[in-house]
């Protein structure tokens, strides 16, 4: 027999009996032949690999119904609630957190080492006003709450999320209506950009992204994402998140005016000014306020503000995007962290370990992308 670790040669050593739970029950396999190898130490059971039994005392069928429950709530309350209700598996916490975890630094090394899951297939792109096939790619971050060392509370981590996606058809009937997303795949870990980007990019290449006629690149313009984009998508227009933008003319305004009528009727003016001429154009309007008189505090936001403005204008070209049927919104990504991220790892009181959160976020991403991207993951599945 060969060993499956270093594939020297492995001597039978004896028969084993162990129990295992399948979605079928209960079953406990007699005369399990073991195997071990003198080259590297390690001993197998190659009957438990036929049937897709594992270590932990699980089928995979049942390793994926636990890994689905850990992935979708908390592990306390799939291990007493949802698991025992909708299949009869009754584990314990920690089984249901240990095996989730495992799969989801399974799953994070299949990324590392450059894999995708499933075959290639182009998506059928959709078209922007010109008749072209539009690509779009965002990322970002959000943070979630760290445990330390003997249960304190630590500083949080950001972990990162990127997607590549195909929005709806964009209808000239209603241009300023969200465009809905058709397909989506996402990744999240606790990961640097450059990583993160590469992965990214081989998930894009596997769904036909470079033979779509456009790319489109959407962010919050936050620290490294230029150079993301650059690297990564080099074929892409950059697009600041409008709303992101109006943000930072909003609390300009605010310090700008005595009271909130006047603040709300600067705010909306420059808005509007910026989605109709773009940015280059409310800079313009910004540099020529007058200055005289102004609290100090004002002048601070006024600087940090026309820098913000002055430093992205060549992102912020509006009306030429509206005009495409290209989306000038990052809400598919800030929807994207929440469903993908927040919703599983930032309930009230949640503190997470570094590997813990690491493996949850890649099993979150997996499951909010696209269908049959889970499926793959679990090809080997047995009952």
């Given at each position: 027999m060969i060993c499956p670790h270093c594939r020297d040669v492995a001597s039978f050593k004896e028969h084993r009996d162990k129990g295992f739970t399948t979605l079928l029950g209960d079953v406990r396999p007699e005369a399990r032949p073991y195997y071990h190898c003198a080259h590297c130490g390690s001993g197998h059971f190659p009957g438990d690999v036929a049937l897709g039994l594992t270590g932990r005392r699980m089928s995979l069928g049942v390793e994926q119904i636990v890994t689905l429950g850990?992935?979708?709530?908390?592990?306390?309350?799939?291990?007493?609630?949802?698991?025992?209700?909708?299949?009869?598996?009754?584990?314990?916490?920690s089984t249901v957190e240990r095996t989730t975890e495992a799969h989801g630094e399974r799953l994070g090394q299949l990324?590392?080492?450059?894999?995708?899951?499933?075959p290639a297939l182009d998506w059928d792109w959709n078209r922007d006003v010109s008749g072209q096939t539009v690509a779009y790619?965002?990322?970002?971050?959000?943070?979630?709450?760290?445990?330390?060392?003997?249960?304190?509370?630590?500083?949080?981590?950001?972990?990162?999320?990127?997607?590549?996606?195909?929005?709806?058809?964009?209808?000239?009937?209603?241009?300023?209506?969200?465009?809905?997303?058709?397909?989506?795949?996402?990744?999240?870990g606790l990961t640097d950009l450059d990583t993160l980007g590469a992965q990214l990019r081989r998930q894009a290449g596997q769904v036909g992204m470079d033979r779509a006629d456009q790319w489109i690149g959407l962010s919050d313009g936050g620290n490294g994402l230029d150079d993301f984009f650059t690297v990564q998508f080099p074929?892409?227009?950059?697009?600041?998140?409008?709303?992101?933008?109006?943000?930072?003319?909003?609390?300009?305004?605010?310090?700008?005016?005595?009271?909130?009528?006047?603040?709300?009727?600067?705010?909306?003016?420059?808005?509007?000014?910026?989605?109709?001429?773009?940015?280059?154009?409310?800079?313009?309007?910004?540099?020529?306020?007058?200055?005289s008189g102004r609290s100090p505090e004002a002048l601070e936001e006024y600087r940090l503000v026309t820098q913000y403005v002055r430093?992205?204008?060549?992102?912020?070209?509006?009306?030429?995007?509206?005009?495409?049927?290209?989306?000038?919104?990052s809400g598919?990504?800030?929807?994207?962290?929440?469903?993908?991220?927040?919703?599983?790892?930032?309930?009230?009181?949640?503190?997470?370990?570094?590997?813990?959160?690491?493996?949850?976020?890649?099993?979150?991403?997996?499951?909010?992308?696209?269908?049959?991207?889970?499926?793959?993951?679990?090809?080997?599945?047995?009952?």
């Open positions: 850990g992935t979708l709530t908390s592990f306390d309350e799939a291990a007493t609630k949802i698991l025992p209700k909708m299949a009869g598996i009754r584990l314990s916490e990324w590392e080492h450059g894999h995708t899951l499933g790619i965002s990322v970002d971050a959000t943070g979630v709450g760290q445990q330390g060392p003997g249960g304190a509370k630590a500083e949080g981590k950001m972990v990162s999320v990127g997607m590549v996606y195909n929005p709806g058809e964009y209808d000239p009937e209603a241009p300023q209506a969200a465009q809905p997303i058709e397909q989506a795949r996402y990744l999240a074929r892409a227009t950059l697009i600041l998140d409008f709303y992101h933008a109006a943000g930072h003319l909003s609390d300009l305004a605010k310090a700008w005016s005595d009271d909130t009528v006047s603040a709300a009727a600067l705010r909306d003016g420059w808005r509007h000014q910026m989605k109709e001429e773009g940015g280059a154009a409310v800079l313009r309007t910004l540099e020529a306020l007058d200055r430093k992205n204008a060549y992102r912020m070209d509006y009306p030429t995007y509206q005009a495409q049927g290209w989306q000038i919104g598919s990504m800030e929807s994207g962290c929440k469903t993908v991220i927040c919703k599983r790892l930032c309930d009230g009181g949640m503190r997470w370990g570094v590997d813990g959160a690491d493996s949850v976020s890649h099993l979150r991403a997996l499951f909010r992308s696209e269908p049959g991207q889970w499926d793959a993951f679990w090809n080997q599945s047995r009952n």
